[in-house]
Nanobody, 130 residues
Framework: AQALVESGGGSVQAGGSLRLACVASGYYQAPIYMGWFRQAPGKEREGVAVISTSDGTATYVDTVKGRFTISQDNAENTVYLEMNSLRPEDTAMYYC???????????????????????WGQGTQVTVAS
């Protein structure tokens, strides 16, 4: 079955670290882009980090720059999100997303927007205590 499966969430104290992983399995081709999004209670889902699997180019939302790092293991169709210096405001459900078509018009301009993505995982909870 086709699936994006996230793991690595949990509860940490402020200043702590977590590493999330997302495996894309069962798809007919490897993802072209993979991304991490998050949604806190009562808030809209927002883009956190996106990586181009062809060259490793990464894009981050300003609030996580310098603290979070997205990386990939193309052989395993896996993307990671290393989260350091976690803050209570990072508390959210974190979702993995994937894009498999390289020719979607305008996708690169919209890739930090959840609406641009069609394939999603079920999410993994991250809770940061103050």
């Amino acid at each position: 079955a086709q699936a994006l499966v996230e793991s690595g969430g949990g509860s940490v104290q402020a200043g702590g670290s977590l590493r999330l992983a997302c495996v894309a399995s069962g798809y007919y081709q490897a993802p072209i882009y993979m991304g991490w999004f998050r949604q806190a209670p009562g808030k809209e889902r927002e883009g956190v980090a996106v990586i181009s699997t062809s060259d490793g180019t990464a894009t981050y939302v300003d609030t996580v720059k310098g603290r979070f790092t997205i990386s990939q293991d193309n052989a395993e169709n896996t993307v990671y999100l290393e989260m350091n210096s976690l803050r209570p405001e990072d508390t959210a459900m974190y979702y993995c997303a994937a894009e498999f078509r390289s020719s979607r018009p305008g996708f690169k301009n919209r890739m930090m927007s959840p609406g641009a993505w069609n394939y999603w995982g079920q999410g993994t909870q991250v809770t940061v205590a103050s």
